[in-house]
């Protein structure tokens, strides 16, 4: 199966991908048995934190979780999340330098896009799928409905700002694949919570 076959696979298993930002290794497995629990089996673990590798590899011990890495902004980051079992790879941004190291390795990725350019790069690289980012201050799902015409074969993730009263309106546009979102897993809430949070966002598609 082909990168761009895989990644479109990984796009449609879920209505929502939460983008999870995890301060403490430890939290992670409840918290991908939680959400997968809850119907949100494809979780982006964001490098943003020192706990973000070790937590790829906690929530990869959950059946039934497709564990990917997100804000993968350079090569030596690409090279760390793969060594720790990332299936796969989310950039906030798309360079060639980057996308090229990916898109060689075969490993499904999902570089962002704001703009005509960024999804012209994308092509250069044999790229079809992206995600749209930062969604709402790019202009929003205007932006994205124009952008989508002339690039009609892509498919969209739009990612940033996007909350559960907007999201079935970017999922009700068609090359909308599914959306990202880190309001499923809100500070302080209980693995109860997370678990019912994911069942509402599962349940927009």
């Known amino acids: 199966m082909s990168p761009i076959a895989n990644i479109e696979t990984i796009m449609r298993t879920s209505a929502v991908i ?11 497995r409840p918290l991908a048995e939680a959400l997968v629990a809850g119907g949100l089996k494809v979780l982006e673990v964001t490098m943003r934190t020192p706990a973000a590798l070790d937590a790829i590899r906690e929530m990869k011990k959950v059946e039934g979780a497709i564990v990917g890495a997100g804000t993968v902004v350079n090569t030596d980051q690409f090279a760390q999340v793969m060594d720790a079992g990332a299936e796969f790879i989310v950039s906030p941004g798309l360079t060639e330098r980057l996308g090229r ?9 999902l570089p962002g896009v704001a703009n005509a350019g960024d999804i012209m790069r994308g092509y250069d690289l044999g790229l079809r799928h992206f995600k749209f980012f930062p969604a709402e201050t790019s ?3 205007k932006a994205l409905k124009a952008l989508a015409a002339p690039f009609y074969e892509a498919k969209f993730c739009p990612t ?3 909350t559960p009263a907007t999201a079935p309106d970017w999922l009700g546009f068609d090359p909308v694949l599914c959306v990202g979102g880190s309001w499923v897993t809100p500070k302080g809430a209980s693995m109860a919570e997370v678990q019912a949070l994911a069942q509402e966002a599962a349940a927009m598609r």
Not at 18 to 28: K, M, R, S
Not at 101 to 109: H, R, T, Y
């Open 18 to 28: 939460p983008v999870l930002v995890i301060d403490d290794a430890a939290t992670a």
């Open 101 to 109: 190291v990916i898109v060689d390795s075969g490993v499904p990725f």
């Open 139 to 141: 202009g929003g799902l």
């Open 160 to 162: 940033g700002g996007i």
